[in-house]
């Protein structure tokens, strides 16, 4: 299914905590000089401006990063949320009021020494990511789960995969399983970090389970939930399931997601739940 565009949803609370995540892990990673591999799935169009016709139509992003930039105006986030904070401005630089996409959040991060692969099958967004971002990555109009077959294990042995795709498919949850199952095989040391919506369907509900099956010993899930369910279909909130995820993540979620809770959820059912198993 190709009807899928993330320019609605750009900038909103599921956003904010993918790339929270996206940015703590690839700083970890960062921390040798050896080169990191960074695979993007569903790189969708790498960059939204606010005032397109997509974000413009349900303003998700008056509910994420807005608040977010408003409330840094007058406090001192922790350190963590506030990198994250300062990579998404570094992104803005020059461009009109909009918000980045995971390929830029990426890019702009990234050394000399790695490498970043981008996959988007949808053909406008491929598009706009080939026009942006052509000189500095690998770009395919194929598919990500298919594409990490050849990308896996890199030549340095350390790489970030980032696997957030749509959902509009029931397909997608069986994907992610089997991607993560095979992609395990082949570079047992990655770290895979995955984002799937909190929905009032039992595909969302057991997915956490079954990615826990995939690597009971070392991971990290973290869910945010901003506001009670709504309706069979509706999102109430996002998580992110890391395998091998850095050992200081659990500690700098820890610092950043009481904040984001506050901020984004309705103070009356958000919440959000860590838990981690780390060899």
Known sequence: MLSYRHGFHAGNHADVLKHLVQVLCLDYLQQKPTGVSYIDTHAGAGFYHFGSAFSAQNREFDSGIAKLRAAAASSEFPAPLQHYLDIIEACCKGEAEGYPGSPAIALQML?????????????????????????????????????????????????????????????????????????????????????????????????????????????????????????????????????????????????????????LGDGVNSSFELNSAIR
């Open 111 to 263: 050394r000399e020494q790695d490498k970043a692969h981008l996959f988007e099958l949808h053909p406008n967004d491929h598009e706009n990511l080939r026009k942006r971002f052509h000189h500095s990555a690998r770009i395919s109009e194929s598919d990500g789960f298919a594409g990490l077959k050849a990308l896996l294990p890199p030549p340095s042995k350390r790489a970030l995969v980032l696997i957030d795709p749509p959902y509009e498919d029931k397909n997608d949850y069986r994907n992610v399983i089997a991607a993560l199952k095979d992609s395990q095989r082949r570079f047992a040391n990655g770290v895979y970090a995955l984002w799937y919506p909190l929905i009032p369907r039992e595909e969302s509900k057991d997915l956490g389970r079954r990615l826990k099956a995939l690597s009971p010993d070392n991971y990290l899930h973290i869910k945010l939930t901003v506001q009670a369910p709504a309706g069979e279909h509706g999102m109430f909130g996002s998580a992110m399931f890391v395998i091998n995820p850095p050992w200081q993540l659990a500690a700098q979620l820890e610092q950043a997601m009481p904040v984001i809770e506050q901020l």
